[in-house]
């Protein structure tokens, strides 16, 4: 048997060391690369109406201006009239959810000693309610500490949001320059395979957010109306609120919106809860049968095994923040592995499967006449 020798070159090592060292770079630096993937989320977001406002003939750097000024004169706008409110009665809902959770921990407990009076202790060892309390405090910690691990607190989310929407400005207004400076740096003919990339992978995820954020913002609007009809009219602008930032994130949001407002319900009665709990109800299958599909599902195209796991995986590394933007990416990347490798693998095998067919018989070829001599007559 030959000896077999294996050699690695000197630019494989340095290969090696070079991704090495982008890799640590990267991780040294990952409260900026977390910056950056915000800001092109953002800027993916924001590039449809400054391209509306450029073919009205206004310059692109004033469309730039005009439209980052109107959104922030829009939420400003919105903060001032019913941040007040919002905050006031957060800050009630706050010191009152303790209280909540202790009656909801003596109506469980009252209902399971019911229904097992022979053993009433049964009940407290199956519903250990501090080792219940512990883990969800303690998994709502673990999510919390890793977004502020990325912003270091929320004195740095503001700043880290601030500086991302600055340099969604900055992309937005030079994007053709910056998209032929990073494309440049792949071979021919990939830069220009990636360059006509750049604007359907954008429109993709834009339209993810676009969609995300007025869903949010109908449910938002349709629970603090429902709650206030249905008496919780005391807590109603702040959990409608909350549940309207939750339902920026897929799947998990809509549960997590509504675990506040059947808190407060459960405090005012069982009838109270149940209709909290069928509206929350109607509302998630509104939002799934109804909104998603028009508004959100038509434009992502991505499995929504895939959205869940991009979900998970970015509330599992990035916390929050990850929730909300590891999808959008997921759906951009989605538009690099449609374009550039499924549709050419499936051109490539419908020309093998054509190459490999016999071909068709020629219809110049004369067809020899088999008919009978005695039926010319």
């Known amino acids: 048997m030959p000896e077999q020798r294996i050699t690695i070159s000197l630019s494989n090592i340095l290969l090696i060391l070079a991704i090495t060292l982008v890799m640590v770079l990267l991780w040294q630096l990952r409260s900026l690369v977390v910056i950056l ?3 092109v989320v953002m800027a993916a977001t924001i590039a449809p109406a400054i391209d509306r406002a450029e073919r009205l003939q206004m310059p692109r750097w004033l469309a730039v201006i005009t439209v980052y000024l109107t959104l922030i004169a829009i939420v400003t706008g919105a903060g001032l009239v019913i941040g007040p409110t919002v905050v006031e009665q957060s ?6 959810t303790p209280i909540y959770l202790e009656n909801l921990r003596i109506q469980v407990e ?3 000693v019911n229904l097992n009076a022979a053993r009433p202790d049964l009940a407290r060892r199956l519903l250990n309610t501090q080792s219940l309390t512990n883990w969800v405090i303690g998994s709502s910690q673990q999510v919390l500490l890793r977004s502020y691990g990325i ?3 929320i004195i740095g989310g503001v700043f880290s949001f ?3 929407l600055l340099i969604s400005g900055y992309m937005v207004a030079g994007s053709q320059e910056l998209v032929k400076s990073l494309v440049q740096l792949f071979p021919s003919p990939w830069d220009e395979r990636l360059a006509a990339q750049v604007a359907p ?3 993709r995820m834009g339209s993810y957010i676009q969609g995300r954020v007025l869903v949010s913002a109908i449910l938002g609007v349709v629970i603090t109306l429902g709650l206030r009809i249905l008496g919780l009219s005391e807590f109603a602008l702040a959990l409608g609120v909350i549940a309207g930032f939750t339902n920026l994130i897929p799947f998990l949001g809509p549960v997590l919106g509504a675990v506040p407002a059947l808190i407060v319900a459960i405090s005012q009665g069982g009838l109270t809860f149940l209709w909290v709990l069928l509206l929350f109800v109607i509302i998630q299958n509104l939002e799934t049968y109804v909104l998603d599909p028009l508004l959100v599902g038509s434009s992502v195209k991505v499995y929504p095994l895939y959205q869940l796991l991009a979900v998970l995986g970015g509330t599992q590394v990035l916390g929050i923040v990850g929730a909300v933007i590891v999808p959008p990416w997921v759906a951009g990347a989605a538009v690099l592995v449609e374009n550039l490798y499924l549709k ?3 051109a490539a095998e419908q020309q093998a499967q054509l190459a490999a067919a016999p071909p068709p018989p020629d219809s110049s070829t004369p067809v020899p006449n088999h008919s009978s001599p005695l039926s010319n007559g």
């Open 37 to 39: 993937m915000v800001a």
């Open 91 to 96: 800050q009630r809902l706050a010191v009152n």
């Open 151 to 153: 912003t270091r607190g």
């Open 110 to 112: 009252n209902f399971l």
């Open 344 to 346: 050419p693998k499936l």
């Open 201 to 203: 992978a954008s429109q």
């Open 162 to 164: 601030i500086l991302a």
